[in-house]
């Protein structure tokens, strides 16, 4: 197999004439595109409709090219986007393809590897409790499997989309009996990535599996995964996972590493994960260098104590800009600044997703 | 003479407790206090009060303490704050204070001068025009000489605070049978952003004098000066200026630096100057060094050509969040990464101060 | 011929369901749909993407509906949305259709007309100029030939959707060698604005031809046509016009009618619009008669002056909140209070559109 | 006795200068102030300090009126600001003040009446609790007596100002071993709401006391108080209260009157209130009843369960504006409109304050 990332710019959300033109020129063939990340335009809230505009744009491109009907495209072909590009953040969307391919990987040398998977349908009543943590898991080990990973230390990223209970999945679980854990969106949505976090933690054994109890969520922020990026919404009833790592069994010239980052202003953990795939910025990448990158993807969190090193942040009491937009402007600030590059996936909401107050990076580069 | 900068947080817009605290210590003597940057928690546009907040709470201690009554402290002590904290920026101030010593400076050592001046009260007519920038050159040249800097080479950061025109000035000025540039509030804040800039430049020959005419203005850009930050508001009646250098005629410990910055992700440029100060950033400067500085200053600005580096932005056609915000969070994200320290004086509105689409930076330390 | 308007809820930009329902039951024929105005929940600026999402998934309903393909349904079939839904608004479309009956209209009845048309494309070079208003006469000539409507004084609702000028449009004229009026989008949609309702005032008769001059816009606000409702968007290339009118030739039970308001605390200008319909308002709308509603529509405008009455407003100096979101929640509540029901079109940006500092109602009810 | 209240503009939060302009012409004696209540241009949110800098000029000004200390004047003249002039809404604030007249009240005519008290300093542990309950009524029977009013029927509007827990409160009660309901400020401030609607709906009988317990806060919506106006913010540590009513003890030529709203559309009940006291809107009121009104009090809420009369509203999803503003700006306008004035008093968060999804109103007027 070899896998290939294409990283597109759009004019507006619902511009995918960067992708058709990748099509038209053969570039790429539709049938082998197989998840999609991207960094729309919207506010990153549950009234961001940029991401549903992305989506049926894209879903209906990619079913008049491949002759696949718009549906199955929606449930085979997991579509994963964060609105927000505050500050210098660059609207962009990252394209994985994969294919089989007759030339036979290089001995020890592993090659970047996607898998994907989509968890059954999941009750409301399930969201963030011990059964979507269970969800997960499976859906993360079919997902290893679907990208031929054996070793969990060969994982570098597991981006999930999880359901959220709304007001009318409330009702219909009351109806039938069952109670939610809350029916206020924003609330279920944190629950939400808390359990994918757990999920993806038991999975790949990042935490310790007798401690990753619903009594821990959102209490022992030391239990975390620094492999897993979780985002919730209401536009999916299962669990969606695209899982990214490195393989001998694939070709190709792309490899991902990862790092946790500590804190917003962690620097550090940028450069380390840069040295990682052979990559130095002094203080920023040579433009040879930046031209290598196809992909970088960044979890962040405004800490939720209020300061940052000692000093007060504001972004938790701003009535006028949500937290998330807070962060992510920030955050996307330093790692474009290292790289050179305002095309950086930032998305916030990173509860047990690295180190408490901080987040994860993780990129991907030609070797 | 001998410079001393504190650096305080504050709890809220109108907490001046540290400052007291430092009163109450007998750390500062209240007399010595000659002017004050800061950055409050607003949202930095019209409709900040956070400013006039800080301010009146500023002025009320000073009065309290110095023995002198609020209106003198007013019009003596330039009282300059930038509102926004977006992102990881930490709300604090600044205070300039100097005194006469003994001590005799160390020869071939020049160390941080601080000189204010005040121009006359300028006729709202004069914003943004030629007039608005000679009383901006005379002030600066006045600044210089308090603060006994012969040589505009030793010049590293000038900040003006300068009028803008408001409704019931454009009408004062109509009855008297003069026309304003403009009526509009934000349109005349940029106006004399611009003429500050010019008159900056001129004051310490950064661009030709041939050339800084009203018709380059927001038209040449490559005319500027990367040491001018210039902010504009309703609330001064006459040009203030806070000048800052470095001077063989000065003792203390403390020395400033400046470069500029060429764009929002010009890391190299925070790099050089803290280099100038023999800081290393690796990729972020040590707890030790990062101690040794007193103060950052940065200016900075959204690329108005809505593009940085060939990737396009959308900072500017955010009708949810001001441009301003937007690349204040970033620059501020950036510079606060590799100094370790959210406390970054970050102001936008850069027209004509540093490279276009870029900004300058300014670091006070200790050597 | 026979007009009807329904007035149809959505659950977010891209739910069309109401629709495609009335198209699943045989309530409405696909083929009559012939122009579509609505109220999205985007923040109805420029970067307000819910209008593009909503197009594209009613022009792809409708072309799956009626077997017109897509490009021809965008070409022929207006469809204006203004974004914000502030306050009580609640969002929600009008699909406008007409057909040929073959019963006679009633002798001395008049009823709802509708009539389309589209100017040839428009160069951006001519936006906001008087080739712009020339273009504006000609079309909404066309859609009173259209609607079958003579009489002028028949006429009171005519929405136009006009281009501007984007930065790539700009550069395109420039590289001609023509000069566009302004390069920043959101000041062009302000002379789109302009232009369009001095285009409707040209031929409506509404305002002195002589006066209508490229010097007068921005200026004598007195010039002004009450039954002009103008938008701009970089999502057309020429200007769409959808005419709305009473006219003898027409059957049917629907009709309409307008009225000016001074303000933005007119009610009597609601009150006496809902009177010219046989409504009473005693204060409020009984619920049948609120029932016989089929759609309102409101343009209005932040007073410029910055006061209302005598006292001070802050809708133009707001960083946070822009201005036309303000004046559209104030007077959505305002409006939808008197009648019972938040399916308010309220639509900002009201130059020369009714009265300075007002704007204007028009009310489509069943008689 | 005799009240009196004076409605004064403001030019920004800082601005007292139409209250020393009363107090320089001997209109209004500085030692009568008993109560303030206003509306300033902030967000209303954790992060408004317009309130903070208010509170801050009119202390001073009142101390160096007065000859009162400032503290003095902070515990003892309750000032309750609510941020927010969303839409036509006008900043300003009513000053009330009270005064021995020798002249004896005309038999068997009320007028109006104002008491204030404050509660003991609240412990954090007992926010939203039913000891705050308790604290709120026993505060509020004060208020009567300092008013002068046996009868609770004879009370129209309480504003009560109560503390809510910060997370340094939170910090300091666990140090005691005491446990708060929430840390978090807006939950908690939430609470308070409740708790200070619950005391006051206890001391007036409003609802029955067996029903008004610690579970059916939050719950039993039809537990309510159509006279209780309560906000909540971390700049008061005890429960301030302001009690306005009418009293035959009482001369002067002022009577208040209030009203429920049933929701946000509501028109019905502001037309009743103005009924109440005379004054007829039809639709709006005249200019000399409009002169009549000292002060217009609202308090309102977006409608939680996301509609209004069975049509969506957007105002609790919305990640740009907070629902607060929205509601605000809507019921803002809807009343500004029927009384032509937009010197309105409107605050959200009406929790148990008026029906569900609606509120209350009520007016100050000569009579």
Request: glycine share 12%.
């Given at each position: 197999?070899?896998?290939?990332v294409?990283?597109?710019?759009?004019a507006?959300?619902?511009?995918l004439?960067?992708?058709?033109?990748?099509?038209?020129?053969?570039?790429l063939?539709?049938r082998?595109?197989?998840?999609?990340?991207?960094?729309?335009?919207?506010?990153?809230g549950?009234?961001?409709?940029?991401?549903?505009?992305?989506?049926?744009?894209f879903?209906?491109?990619?079913?008049?090219?491949?002759?696949?009907?718009r549906?199955?495209?929606?449930?085979?072909?997991?579509?994963?986007?964060?609105?927000g590009?505050e500050?210098?953040?660059s609207?962009?969307?990252?394209?994985f393809?994969r294919?089989a391919?007759?030339?036979a990987?290089?001995?020890?040398?592993?090659?970047l590897?996607?898998?994907v998977a989509?968890?059954?349908a999941?009750?409301?009543?399930q969201?963030g409790?011990?059964?979507?943590?269970?969800?997960?898991?499976a859906?993360?080990?079919?997902?290893m499997?679907?990208?031929?990973?054996?070793?969990?230390a060969?994982v570098?990223?597991?981006?999930?989309?999880?359901?959220?209970?709304?007001?009318?999945?409330?009702?219909?679980?009351?109806?039938?009996g069952?109670?939610?854990?809350?029916a206020?969106s924003?609330?279920?949505?944190?629950?939400?990535?808390?359990?994918?976090a757990?999920?993806?933690?038991?999975?790949?054994?990042d935490?310790?599996a007798?401690?990753?109890?619903e009594?821990a969520?959102?209490r022992d922020?030391d239990?975390?995964?620094?492999r897993?990026?979780?985002?919730s919404g209401?536009?999916?009833?299962?669990?969606?996972?695209i899982?990214?790592?490195?393989?001998?069994?694939?070709?190709?010239?792309?490899a991902?590493?990862?790092?946790p980052?500590?804190?917003?202003l962690?620097?550090?953990g940028?450069s380390?994960?840069?040295?990682?795939?052979?990559?130095?910025a002094?203080?920023?990448?040579?433009a040879?260098?930046a031209?290598r990158?196809?992909?970088?993807?960044v979890?962040?969190?405004?800490?939720?104590?209020?300061?940052?090193r000692?000093?007060?942040?504001t972004?938790?009491d701003?009535t006028?800009i949500?937290a998330q937009?807070h962060i992510r402007?920030?955050v996307?600030?330093?790692?474009?600044?290292?790289?050179?590059?305002?095309?950086?996936?930032?998305?916030?909401?990173?509860?047990?997703?690295?180190?408490?107050g901080?987040g994860l990076?993780?990129?991907i580069?030609?070797?």
């Amino acid at each position: 197999m070899r896998a290939s990332v294409h990283r597109l710019g759009m004019a507006h959300p619902g511009d995918l004439s960067q992708l058709a033109a990748l099509f038209d020129a053969g570039t790429l063939d539709p049938r082998h595109v197989c998840a999609v990340i991207g960094k729309t335009e919207g506010n990153g809230g549950v009234n961001d409709f940029t991401r549903g505009y992305f989506t049926l744009a894209f879903s209906a491109l990619l079913a008049e090219r491949s002759g696949r009907p718009r549906a199955e495209i929606l449930d085979s072909v997991p579509c994963v986007l964060s609105g927000g590009t505050e500050g210098v953040l660059s609207p962009h969307y990252l394209v994985f393809a994969r294919e089989a391919v007759e030339v036979a990987p290089v001995t020890g040398q592993k090659r970047l590897a996607i898998g994907v998977a989509f968890s059954p349908a999941m009750p409301p009543e399930q969201v963030g409790c011990r059964a979507h943590v269970d969800l997960v898991v499976a859906a993360v080990q079919q997902a290893m499997a679907d990208a031929g990973i054996d070793d969990p230390a060969d994982v570098h990223f597991v981006q999930v989309k999880a359901p959220c209970v709304t007001a009318a999945r409330a009702q219909e679980a009351a109806a039938r009996g069952a109670a939610v854990l809350t029916a206020e969106s924003g609330r279920s949505m944190a629950y939400a990535r808390v359990a994918g976090a757990f999920g993806v933690a038991l999975a790949l054994g990042d935490a310790p599996a007798a401690r990753l109890t619903e009594d821990a969520m959102f209490r022992d922020y030391d239990l975390q995964s620094d492999r897993a990026s979780i985002s919730s919404g209401v536009e999916v009833a299962c669990n969606e996972v695209i899982l990214l790592g490195n393989s001998a069994g694939w070709s190709g010239d792309l490899a991902i590493a990862h790092r946790p980052m500590a804190d917003a202003l962690d620097i550090g953990g940028v450069s380390a994960v840069l040295g990682d795939l052979g990559l130095a910025a002094a203080p920023q990448l040579s433009a040879a260098d930046a031209a290598r990158i196809h992909g970088v993807l960044v979890k962040c969190e405004p800490d939720r104590r209020g300061a940052l090193r000692g000093n007060r942040h504001t972004m938790l009491d701003d009535t006028d800009i949500n937290a998330q937009r807070h962060i992510r402007g920030a955050v996307g600030g330093l790692v474009a600044g290292i790289i050179g590059d305002g095309r950086i996936f930032v998305s916030g909401g990173a509860e047990h997703q690295g180190p408490d107050g901080g987040g994860l990076i993780a990129v991907i580069a030609r070797v």
